[in-house]
């Protein structure tokens, strides 16, 4: 199996997930909305195992246990950054990890650095730079406020999300399947997620007026949508992380900044110009010389 396939469906699920989580906890209790969705994707993640397998040892365990806990701590800023900064320009700000994440792919000898990879590599840095750069100069209105405290939330993002795909080869390694990894997480996420909703008594409140005012159809429906976008992100994400090298699956990650702005035009949330337009090509023809090479 070529996994820079999975790697491409993991970004488009994530996209679509991406974009209808942000919708999402911005007209429903921020916990609530988690809790939900992390259930529905931990009982098809278990359905995935059932018809394949799960597979795990204990030396793989602490890996698993690490990896469920930096991941979920990396979740819930982003999260948390969505109700300060608009998701297309989180996703902009997380493009941040692929510097990080080419220099210990480089040092861990999982990348051999040519001049054509180098060259791809740089092209689609300066696309996404073009890209922010529009973003942050055109002037059009936000729909959400601006605030430092949300940049703040995005770099944490960051930070503890790159350590995701190199946990995942530790656990492989030590005998643990994707299943098995991905489901570490949820047995963590799902009752963290839990006991935070329990404790959000005034969330709680306002979930029920939600659902006196006739929006429990909605909410379920948002919360079954983002559940199962998520479960596809998880598995083809971690089959790509074990068999191929970290760079080339955040490289091709990355086109998720041109999904999600996509989205926004379609919602009519953004408008084309040309420099984005200039951008979205380049970092198109980037990433399919990356998946080439």
Same mark, same amino acid.
């Given at each position: 199996?070529?996994?820079?396939y999975?790697?491409?469906?993991?970004?488009?699920?994530?996209?679509?997930?991406? /974009?209808v989580?942000?919708?999402?906890? &911005?007209?429903?209790?921020?916990?609530?909305?988690?809790?939900?969705?992390?259930?529905?994707?931990?009982?098809?993640?278990?359905?995935?195992?059932?018809?394949?397998?799960?597979?795990?040892?204990?030396?793989?365990?602490?890996?698993?246990?690490?990896? /469920?806990?930096?991941?979920?701590?990396?979740?819930?800023?982003?999260?948390?950054? =969505?109700?300060?900064?608009?998701?297309?320009?989180?996703?902009?700000?997380?493009?941040?990890?692929?510097?990080?994440?080419?220099?210990?792919?480089?040092?861990?000898?999982?990348?051999?650095?040519?001049f054509?990879?180098?060259?791809?590599?740089?092209?689609?840095?300066?696309?996404?730079?073009?890209?922010?750069?529009?973003?942050?100069?055109?002037?059009?209105?936000?729909?959400?406020?601006?605030?430092?405290?949300?940049?703040?939330?995005?770099?944490?993002?960051?930070?503890?999300?790159?350590?995701?795909?190199?946990?995942?080869? =530790?656990?492989?390694?030590?005998?643990?399947?994707?299943?098995?990894?991905? =489901?570490?997480?949820?047995?963590?996420?799902?009752?963290?997620?839990?006991?935070?909703?329990?404790k959000?008594?005034?969330?709680?409140?306002?979930?029920m007026?939600?659902?006196?005012?006739? =929006?429990?159809?909605?909410?379920? &429906?948002?919360?079954?949508?983002?559940?199962?976008?998520?479960?596809?992100?998880?598995?083809?994400?971690?089959?790509?992380?074990?068999?191929? /090298?970290?760079?080339?699956?955040?490289?091709?990650?990355?086109?998720?900044?041109?999904?999600?702005?996509?989205?926004?035009?379609?919602?009519?949330?953004?408008?084309?110009?040309l420099?984005?337009?200039? /951008?979205?090509?380049?970092?198109?023809?980037?990433?399919?010389?990356?998946?080439?090479?």
């Amino acid at each position: 199996m070529n996994y820079r396939y999975t790697a491409v469906i993991a970004t488009v699920s994530n996209s679509f997930c991406d /974009a209808v989580l942000d919708y999402a906890v &911005s007209r429903y209790d921020y916990y609530r909305v988690l809790l939900w969705t992390s259930f529905t994707a931990f009982v098809l993640q278990l359905c995935w195992g059932v018809v394949t397998h799960i597979s795990f040892s204990v030396v793989s365990l602490p890996f698993v246990f690490i990896h /469920a806990v930096l991941v979920l701590a990396g979740y819930i800023c982003f999260v948390r950054s =969505l109700a300060f900064i608009p998701v297309a320009l989180v996703g902009l700000i997380e493009s941040s990890s692929l510097f990080l994440t080419f220099m210990i792919d480089a040092a861990l000898g999982y990348i051999q650095v040519t001049f054509y990879f180098a060259a791809m590599f740089l092209l689609f840095v300066f696309s996404v730079f073009l890209f922010a750069g529009d973003c942050l100069t055109d002037g059009r209105q936000c729909f959400k406020q601006l605030k430092p405290v949300g940049f703040f939330w995005v770099l944490a993002s960051v930070l503890f999300y790159v350590s995701a795909p190199y946990l995942v080869k =530790l656990s492989d390694g030590a005998g643990a399947n994707e299943t098995a990894i991905n =489901l570490g997480y949820y047995l963590v996420a799902v009752p963290y997620f839990g006991r935070q909703f329990l404790k959000a008594r005034s969330g709680r409140d306002a979930a029920m007026r939600e659902m006196a005012r006739g =929006l429990r159809q909605n909410f379920y &429906s948002l919360c079954l949508l983002i559940g199962i976008l998520e479960a596809v992100y998880y598995v083809f994400e971690t089959f790509s992380f074990i068999n191929d /090298a970290p760079t080339v699956v955040v490289v091709i990650e990355q086109m998720r900044i041109f999904l999600l702005f996509i989205l926004s035009v379609l919602f009519k949330t953004d408008s084309f110009s040309l420099r984005k337009t200039i /951008a979205l090509c380049l970092g198109v023809v980037s990433v399919i010389g990356v998946y080439l090479n």
